[in-house]
């Protein structure tokens, strides 16, 4: 007869695919080695799957463990939702980790403030931060996915979504250079410096191309990187101009030793917006995070060219 798969061996099968290894999970779980291994065998005679084989001196999850993760990871938070939702949340005593979908230049600056807001009065949490890969869906429907945050927009009737703050594009270069001498570089002047374009996906042109265009104007891309924080490092150490969100800018721009200014042009300001699954409305964990996000990124923000890098006068 086939092993009952029941709730405490999902929790198993979700702390060994998270962990890689009996061990880690036996901690996590709060089990013994033995029992966890007990465990992983009625894993495998339910599943009909290894689930975990050896990998050199590891543990290496089976294709179909890693194809069922995910939706064992939405079980698991439905019904966490389902028995917590009419308690009240301890949350110096939470243990979770909760998964981040977001995009490099938000990353860049908010990981900093959510981290620290979280583990101030939540020691147990850990935000586990991924790069976007797509901005499908799926990943928070299946559960591998627990907020997605980034300047996409899911229309779909079970995707929440909440607008954190509204970004601009800046212009970024040495602090040394000529070109920062000015407080607004006119479009002419800045097509005479050489330009760093961040685009994961190889785009060398973007909505400045589009406003230089109007005005009869070309600059001249000499590089093209995937991210805003390379682009930043390429411009510290270099001649070129890169744009970048203005808060990576402020929050970064004196340590790289740059110096940022507007664009005069009229860019279109980007929405950064947080996304989940409208299955975890009810979680307490989940709004608890959600929350605690919202309030570490949308404090004052003033609107101030040069913020922490004074602009050139």
Known sequence: MPEQLDLNLLR?????????SVTAASERLHLSIPATSRALGRLRRAMNDPILVRA????????????TAPRVRSLLDEASALISADRELAIAELERTFTIRINDGVAATLAT?????????????????VTEGSESAEALRDGSVDLDIGVGDVAAPDIRTAALYRERMVGIVRADSALGRHRRPTLRQLCGHPHISASRRGRARGPLDDALDAVGLQRHVAAVVPTFAVAALLVSSSRYVGLVPQRLAEQYGRTLGIRWFPISADLPEVEVRLLWHARLDADPAQRWVRETIRDALCGPFVDNPGGSVRSAE
């Open 12 to 20: 198993v099968f979700d702390a060994l695919l998270q962990e890689g």
């Open 56 to 67: 050199g001196r590891g543990m290496a999850p089976t294709p179909f463990a890693l194809r």
């Open 113 to 129: 403030a959510a981290v620290e807001a979280t583990a101030a009065v939540a020691p147990g949490v850990v935000l586990r931060f």
